[in-house]
Antibody, heavy 126, light 107 residues
Framework: QVQLQESGPGLVKPSQTLSLICTVSGGSISRGSYYWSWIRQPAGKGLEWVGRIYTTGSTYYNPSLKSRVTISADTSKNQFSLKLISVTAADTAVYYC??????????????????WGQGTVVTVSS | DIQMTQSPSTLSASVGDRVTITCRASQSISSWLAWYQQKPGKAPKLLMYKASSLESGVPSRFSGSGSGTEFTLTISSLQPDDFATYYCQQCDTNLFTFGPGTKVDIK
């Protein structure tokens, strides 16, 4: 049973860098064909996809955040991480990591997030 | 980029009601549409994928339909556990996008 767990600081100062890690257990992030993603949700608002890293290591980001986001993977630790630079109060949100399968149907659910972490609250404030 | 809309934004219903939520894409997304249920303080839960495929463990009162630009999620007989917010989500050329959500509350 694959499980995801987010970790990282709950408080970040404005203009600094938000760094989060998603630890994957029960399966390898370097096997199969999955999109390992970060998704965020400001309090009382909807879901916003931040970006993803594919099993091969390729990345793709939400165009609205692209200039500030980096997602990377550490296969030795079975983790993938999020870095968001130059944060403001608008980046305050619950951050989730999640897994989606590719379009083949052989891995997970096609382009749908079937496994989520529990989420971690990040507040940007001085 | 493809934009997603949902209607209604809020829906008041009673236990036993048949409920339908609509999701529209700004351009065709074939059948790459998923539906999620989210309760306060919890991560979203996958209900449907590929527009009409029911996720394992999800009750059969949930169903999905549609293709192209218009999709629906139907709950055939609303149960107390179904009061929640529902989101649609699409994937197009590497970009994932969620709809704004539909809150289903008690009438």
């Amino acid at each position: 049973q694959v499980q995801l767990q987010e970790s990282g600081p709950g408080l970040v100062k404005p203009s600094q860098t938000l760094s989060l890690i998603c630890t994957v257990s029960g399966g390898s992030i370097s096997r199969g064909s999955y999109y390992w993603s970060w998704i965020r949700q400001p309090a009382g608002k909807g879901l916003e996809w931040v970006g993803r890293i594919y099993t091969t290591g390729s990345t793709y980001y939400n165009p609205s955040l692209k200039s500030r986001v980096t997602i990377s993977a550490d296969t030795s630790k079975n983790q993938f991480s999020l870095k968001l630079i130059s944060v403001t109060a608008a980046d305050t949100a619950v951050y989730y990591c999640a897994r989606a399968g590719d379009g083949s149907g052989s891995y997970g659910r096609e382009y749908a997030f079937d496994i989520w972490g529990q989420g971690t609250v990040v507040t940007v404030s001085s | 980029d493809i934009q997603m809309t949902q209607s209604p934004s809020t829906l008041s219903a009673s236990v036993g009601d048949r409920v339908t939520i609509t999701c529209r894409a700004s351009q065709s997304i074939s059948s790459w549409l998923a539906w999620y249920q989210q309760k306060p303080g919890k991560a979203p839960k996958l209900l449907m994928y590929k527009a009409s495929s029911l996720e394992s463990g999800v009750p059969s009162r949930f169903s999905g339909s549609g293709s192209g630009t218009e999709f629906t999620l139907t709950i055939s007989s609303l149960q107390p556990d179904d009061f929640a917010t529902y989101y649609c989500q699409q994937c197009d050329t590497n970009l994932f996008t969620f709809g704004p959500g539909t809150k289903v509350d008690i009438k």
